[in-house]
């Protein structure tokens, strides 16, 4: 697979034309594009040069299908992930879904990322398997796919953010373990006090920090 490394942005009011040029559907990317400006979303698209090669839209609003709401909540939702058919397998799709989740992350509070995908999409489903989405445990659930509004019936795969977040507890742990140590350190290397000459039995830094 030859790798094509695009730009990825937040689409401008003044580049909506070239999108629905590429990918059509301007009903849809009108509305997409209106939700980015009141800060329900944001419209991604990668720019190869001049060229727009891949299009997503990152979906911040509460999840329109009822069993996604129920079992995940406010989940941000990936959608309408497409790569022109000639630039497909190039790491598009990849870097795409990457520019969505360093939005997240810089947004803060988001635990997850969410996404439907047709049960019959299987290039689809094995690229998400391979950038660590899981098939969440409910079962299948019918989406009205936007543009067609025609009901599908999709898995639902989820991804965790967390892993960033996790290593912090981890650092600070490593810091304060450091802490007890150096107090061990110091307890043990200490010169002899008046307390250790007064019991020359008890050896040195035996109180070991709590
Ligand atoms: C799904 C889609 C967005 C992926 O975009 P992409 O730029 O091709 O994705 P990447 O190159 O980043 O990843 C490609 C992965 O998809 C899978 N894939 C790509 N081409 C494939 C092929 N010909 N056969 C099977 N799997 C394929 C592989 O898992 C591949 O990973 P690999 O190249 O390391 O083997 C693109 O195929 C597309 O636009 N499809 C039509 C719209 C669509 O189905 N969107 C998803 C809606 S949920």
């Known amino acids: 697979m030859m790798q094509l490394d695009v730009r990825v942005r937040r689409i ?10 590429a990918f059509g559907e301007e009903r849809l990317l009108r509305d997409r594009l209106g939700r980015q400006q009141n800060d329900k979303g944001v419209l991604f698209a990668a720019w190869l040069g001049r060229e727009v090669v891949g299009m997503m839209y990152l979906w911040l609003e509460q999840a329109e299908e009822k069993a996604i709401f129920d079992n995940l909540g406010n989940v ?5 992930l497409e790569v022109l058919p000639d630039k497909r397998s190039c790491g598009i799709g990849r870097q795409l879904i990457a520019a969505a989740e360093d939005e997240l992350r810089s947004r803060g509070n988001h ?10 999409n299987k290039r689809a ?5 391979q950038i ?11 989406c009205n796919a936007h543009g ?26 490593e810091e304060s373990d450091q802490r ?3 107090v061990w350190a110091a307890l043990t290397l200490r010169k002899p006090g008046r307390d250790d000459v007064n019991d020359q039995r008890e050896p040195v830094g035996a109180a070991r920090p709590n």
């Open 12 to 21: 401008k009011r003044r580049n909506i034309k070239k999108l629905v040029k």
């Open 180 to 182: 007890a140590s150096s």
């Open 125 to 129: 489903i094995r690229m998400y398997e």
């Open 76 to 80: 941000p939702l990936l959608m309408q």
């Open 148 to 173: 067609t509004y025609e009901p599908e019936e999709c898995f639902v795969m989820v991804k965790d953010l967390t892993p960033d977040m996790v290593e912090k507890p981890r650092q600070v742990l």
């Open 132 to 142: 660590d989405f899981a098939h969440w445990k409910h079962g299948i659930v019918v």
């Open 111 to 120: 635990k997850q990322v969410a996404l439907a995908v047709r049960t019959d």
